[in-house]
């Protein structure tokens, strides 16, 4: 064995600091933990929903009864007890916020910590926010200016009062509550979450953002995303999120779903940093979310773009419903495990409209005692003419302990078709770090070089605001378990 | 309901016929095969497990198919009427019919010393260590699919190579299907290549009739000990009417060698499991397949390739030309397991749909559980290049000739690969009469393989 | 002598709806050697796709004639074995098929064509070996798939030696000189002379006067933005040399 394995090896052993998970004491409404119709009704009570969203609450909830827990997916998943969660926990507060000065002083300091600075005048130019503290939406930023180019960003719990019709109309259309499991659950108990809307023919001027926080002990966090992009409209969409260090496994089942129409686009960027667990695999977020968007309109183009380093364990598959002719789904990620994490992730692309093209390049990094998958699935129907693929997943392993694992579906129905999948898998290259030791990089530093390199080709995808904070990230993930 | 009823039914029926017609070490594989299938919820893998999507085992055994239980002499002898479709090979020449094995009079007279080509019944009398040694053990026995061969199987085929014994020609097994009547053929393999032995076999399946529907089902086990060196090709041209379901299990010593190639010609529907566990230090393992999909034929072909060991290089080839609405299955796992270091390990599946109704479905896998490895797979679905078919027309070649001789170049690097004297030129052969539509049966055969008959052989 | 072999009229053609030949008239006489020059994108290696039949093109408008047939009511192979000709630009790799295969099925299906028996293996055989002389063409490439691995004068130099073996009466040299080295530009070109004959005619399309140095045009004619807006003789290519395309341009009343 060579000396440089041994340092990896070593390295890895590291448990770093998660700069997140501090808690923030606050006067929080806990409704008790427990699942029932009745639970169900008292979430939509507390939220003041109509009648048609709690009968959509309470059918999914119906249906989320008849299903077993999915198992099928490359993770040792502990049982988990649905009714010892508490579903719903709010900062105490009397109304939604409607100015800065009826926000809790502490949440806007909590937001502060964790670099989201909710202040308009302090707020990040180019950036709205929508700020989510376990299960209500905070506060959401620069309204007023996108406003007036008629885009709407708001939580979608006023979503639902203020614009029954567009929420009645999409919400649910991509993904159903018959969907999977999760999705039932989620459908039955969400809380909050992010609802956008770009007219026709509007460029969305800034990035808009969601950020995501659990907070409160003992809760899941199910929130709910949806984004409406009309014809020729544009919008980049980025997701983040953090959450307490903490002993016990916290649940975050969410849904997002968005509808991209005639060539229309939508970037979707996702930082996840949910707390991953200890060095041991105590605590962290169980992270089960079904994200996916439908290509309905003819060169309507849906680009995900994810950079996952948090969560105990992942699960977790942004797809692409490439419905529309010419449409275009793309899909880059990073996702990186240590210590005890585990991560099945990947996507779908399901090519349905003529001349669909899709791209998908996902890079894994697993280190420690972690297990890491890319799940895909591509598919072809038989009357989508002219459909290209390329697939392209590498997995890099640093240290003998982990796993790196692939599963792609390849499914082609057109003899007219051209789907190409090329994986690998190896270990971080010797060569290069001797290389680099040759040229006085330490190993650790090296490690870190080489890694970033490797995920260089997604984190160009993210929008440039993020994109710093993802490369941070990454190597200070990696710096604690590598260098 | 679940079709393995009516072939426990059977079992319990004719336990004691079944018995008698077999010898005592088959019948201790009986045991285990019982309980496995008796337990509860016990069946045939279905289109809802994970890994037989597309080929339904279960529908495949349910139709009504005759078990020859008894041993009873087929009707037919169709020893008579088969010809070797593979004229230009020199191969020591065995027909099993059904599962009922028959040497050749060239086998019998030109075998070398130290290699032995039996009835698995015939071994298990002649070399019984030996037979309990390997059988049910490299073949995994509590899956329902191993189970069920294991409880109806009454002979087989033994192939046998003493340690240091280089057998030179090519041994040929030919299947044959050739009854009137819906029959179900329970066979058994087990080759055993000792150590630093070396052997190479040749299998072709052939239904010769196509008027009667016919289920295959086989369970080869092949023990490669270490030093030793494998090569099979197993080459199935049966009939739109014949169901296949094929187990391979192999397992490697230290610095074996073994390859495999698949090639499905002509079929009905077929499944091919190739589950190659690689043991020992040093092995290098090739296993590669092809399939040429015509009318409504299905083929499906799954590999488990499983590095537990040090220092071994495995490469895997599959590729398929599919046409009509013939569909085709590649389902492919690489696992490096925790503690097994420097291997590498290459799948690749490479595809070409020449029809707006054919289907492909392709699961390449890895599973990696060690940093130390190199592996990669890669698949590709698409179609005949098109600028090599105008490329070609420019020179007069016309469009269809075109299309063929590209069809057939993609099958190159398989074909060649074929270590066999002679083979690779006469699958080349076959492969192109098989693209111009002419089915490749043993019409032009004009060499004599004459088998004796199971009397002069005892 | 001067009988008439190709005559293109109004050829107008297009790929994936974009016009690129836009009216193209052409005489060519046997044994006459005509170039076509002009800036990239005029349309050079289109008019050679189209007269030869590629599919990705839609010829929209006109009609060329062929030695008394209609050209474009021919599919690509029975224009080859009509004797059209063309050396690729970028001549198409095809693993898994080798070279004497590919020859053996282009000139058997040529006889064929003319209800001549097909060639034995030692005619053949032969007759290859005579043909590889002409382009100096290494034996082993024969074993090799076609043009899989060629480096790019052997390229080239195999698409010369197939014109040897199929004895086209027309043959369409598209950049035949691009990527050549001086010697293999010398090999390639002797070969076409080698194969020319009073009754055989060949257009030459190049950027370089390079190349019509060694092999000489009886006409120069400049294509510009899928026109003929120019017809000389071997002193146009000159001048093109010295003085580029701008005063061509000019001359039509586009000079910037």
């Known amino acids: 064995m060579s000396k440089e394995e041994v340092k990896i090896d070593d390295v890895v052993g590291h448990d770093d600091e998660y700069k997140y998970g501090f808690v923030t004491d606050i006067d929080t409404e806990i409704i008790p933990p427990g699942l029932s119709e009745e639970v169900v009704r008292l979430i939509s009570k507390k939220k003041g929903e109509p009648e048609w969203m709690l009968d959509f609450r309470l059918k999914a909830y119906r249906y989320w009864l008849t299903l077993p827990v999915p198992r099928w997916a490359h993770l040792d998943i502990p049982e988990i007890d649905f009714q010892a969660i508490s579903y719903y926990a709010a900062p105490t507060k009397k109304e939604g916020p409607k100015s800065l000065d009826e926000v809790d002083p502490e949440l806007l300091k909590t937001f502060d910590r964790l670099g989201i600075p909710l202040e308009e005048q302090k707020a990040l130019s180019g950036m709205a926010v929508d700020a989510v503290m376990d299960s209500v939406s905070v506060k959401t930023t620069h309204r007023t200016l996108l406003a007036e180019k008629g885009i709407i960003f708001c939580s979608i719990s006023e979503a639902i009062k203020e614009y029954p019709d567009l929420v009645k109309k999409y919400l649910g259309s991509v993904v159903s509550y018959r969907d999977n499991f999760y999705a039932a659950l989620n459908s039955a108990v969400f809380s909050d979450g992010s609802f956008v809307y770009i007219p026709k023919g509007v460029r969305c001027p800034m990035e808009l953002s969601t950020y995501f926080r659990i907070n409160a002990s003992g809760t899941g966090q199910f929130e709910r995303t949806l984004i409406v992009a009309d014809d020729d409209a544009y919008v980049s969409y980025l997701e983040g999120c953090t959450a307490p260090s903490r002993d016990e496994n916290q649940l975050h089942a969410a849904i997002v779903e968005i509808v991209v129409e005639n060539r229309a686009e939508v970037k979707y960027s996702t930082v996840q940093n949910w707390y991953a667990g200890d060095k041991e695999g105590r605590g962290g977020v169980y992270n089960f979310v079904t994200k996916r968007g439908l290509c309905r309109g003819d060169f309507s183009k849906l680009s995900w773009t994810q950079v996952e380093t948090g969560s105990a364990i992942t699960w977790k598959y942004p797809s692409c419903v490439l419905a529309g002719e010419g449409s275009v789904g793309e899909f880059y990620s990073v996702a990186v495990t240590k210590n005890r994490q585990q991560a099945d992730t990947g996507t779908k692309m399901i090519h349905t409209g003529k001349n669909s093209r899709s791209t998908i390049v996902s890079k894994g990094i697993s280190a420690g005692h972690s297990q890491n998958s890319y799940r895909g699935l591509v598919k072809v129907a038989p009357n989508a003419e002219g459909v290209r693929n390329y697939t392209q997943c590498d997995s890099l392993l640093l240290g003998s302990n982990c796993g790196a694992h692939t599963f792609p579906y390849i499914d082609v129905m057109n003899d007219s078709a051209v789907v190409e999948h090329e994986a690998t898998t190896s270990k971080i290259s010797e060569e290069q770090l001797f290389y680099c030791n040759q040229r006085g990089i330490p190993t650790e530093e090296a490690v870190g070089l080489i890694v970033n390199g490797y995920a260089k080709e997604v984190m160009n995808k993210l929008p440039m605001e993020f994109a710093v904070e993802a490369q941070r990230l990454l190597s200070l993930t990696l710096e604690g378990s590598v260098g | 309901m679940n079709p393995l009823k009516q072939y426990l039914d059977l079992y319990r029926e004719n336990r004691e016929t079944i018995e008698q017609s077999s010898t005592p070490v088959l019948n201790a594989l009986r045991t285990n095969a019982l309980t496995v299938l008796e337990k509860e919820g016990s069946r045939l893998p279905g289109k809802c497990d994970e890994g037989y999507e597309k080929t339904a085992v279960d529908e495949m055994f349910a139709p009504d198919y005759g078990v020859n239980i008894n041993g009873v002499k087929l009707p037919v002898d169709p020893s008579l009427t088969f010809k070797c479709d593979v004229p230009s090979v020199s191969t020591l020449l065995a027909l099993v019919v059904g599962d009922t094995f028959i040497p050749t009079r060239t086998l019998l007279n030109n075998l070398p010393a130290g290699v032995t080509v039996t009835s698995l019944a015939d071994a298990s009398r002649t070399m019984p260590e030996t037979v309990e040694k390997f059988l049910g053990k490299i073949a995994n026995e509590d899956e329902a699919g191993v189970a069920l061969n294991s409880l109806l199987v009454r002979d087989g085929l033994m192939v046998h190579v003493a340690e240091g014994v280089k057998a030179e020609k090519p041994i040929q097994i030919v299947n044959i299907f050739n009854t009137p009547v819906p029959t179900m053929a329970v066979r058994r393999v087990l080759v055993v290549a000792e150590e630093n032995s070396s052997v190479k076999l040749l299998f072709c399946d052939h239904t010769q009739r196509d008027d009667t529907d016919y289920l295959d089902s086989q369970v080869i086990e092949v023990a490669v000990e270490a030093g030793a060196e494998v090569d099979i090709c197993d080459i199935e041209e049966s009939s739109p009417r014949t169901h296949r379901f094929s187990q391979l299990f192999t397992k490697q010593g230290n610095d074996s060698k073994l390859k495999v190639t698949g090639v499905t010609l002509v079929n009905g529907e077929t499944r091919n499991n190739f589950t190659v566990k690689v043991e020992g230090n040093g092995c290098d393992t090739r296993l590669d397949g092809m399939a040429i999909g015509k009318a409504s034929q299905s083929i499906d072909n799954r590999t488990y390739l499983l590095h537990a060991s040090d220092h071994c290089s495995s490469n895997q080839l599959f590729k398929y030309v599919l046409d009509d609405s013939s569909r085709g299955a590649f389902e492919g796992l690489i696992e490096v397991a925790k503690g097994a270091r420097f291997n590498e390990a290459y799948q690749s599946n490479r595809n070409i749909l020449a029809s707006k109704a054919a289907r492909m479905h392709t699961k390449p896998q890895l599973l990696i559980y060690n940093d130390d490895v190199k592996c990669s797979h890669g698949a590709t679905t698409g179609q005949l290049d098109e600028r090599a078919i105008f490329y070609m027309q420019q020179r007069g070649i016309p469009q269809n000739e075109a299309r063929t001789m590209l069809m057939q170049a993609f099958m190159v690097d398989i074909i060649e690969k074929v270590s066999i004297e002679g083979l690779s030129d006469r699958l080349r052969h076959l492969v192109e009469r098989r693209f111009r539509g002419e089915d490749a049966l043993c019409g032009d055969c004009s060499a004599s393989c004459t088998p004796v008959t199971k009397k002069d052989n005892l | ?256």
Not at chain 3, 90 to 113: D, H, L, Q, T
Not at chain 3, 193 to 205: F, H, R
Request: glycine fraction near 10%.
């Open chain 3, 1 to 256: 002598m001067s009988e008439q072999l190709l005559k293109v009229n109004n050829l107008h053609a297009s790929i994936d709806g974009k016009e690129i030949l836009k009216g193209i008239n052409l005489t060519i006489n046997r044994g006459e050697v005509h170039a076509i020059m002009g800036p990239n994108g005029s349309g050079k290696s289109t008019l050679s796709s189209v007269l030869a039949g590629d599919p990705r093109f839609t010829v929209t408008e006109g009609s060329v004639d062929f030695h008394g047939m209609d050209l474009l009511s021919l599919n690509p192979e029975d224009r080859s074995h009509e004797g059209l000709f063309l050396s690729f630009q970028y001549p198409v790799e095809i693993p898994g098929v080798s070279m004497v295969n590919f020859m053996r099925a282009a000139v058997n299906a040529k006889r064929k064509y003319f209800n001549q028996p097909a060639l034995t293996a030692g005619e053949f055989l032969k007759m290859m070996r005579v043909k590889r002389e002409v382009v100096e063409l290494d034996n082993k490439l024969a074993s090799r798939s076609v043009n899989e691995g060629f480096s790019g004068g052997e390229k080239k130099r195999n698409e010369i030696f197939q014109m040897a073996v199929l004895e086209p009466c027309l043959s369409i040299l598209d950049e035949t000189d691009s990527g050549l080295d001086i010697d293999a530009l010398r090999v390639v070109a002797g070969g076409v002379n080698k194969l020319k004959t009073p009754e055989n005619s060949a257009i030459v399309i190049t950027h370089y006067q390079r190349l019509l140095d060694y092999i000489k045009p009886d006409f120069v004619h400049v294509l510009y933005k899928g026109r003929i807006v120019k017809t000389g003789g071997p002193e146009l290519a000159l001048e093109l040399e010295e003085r580029g395309y701008d005063w061509i341009k000019q001359e039509i009343g586009e000079g910037e």
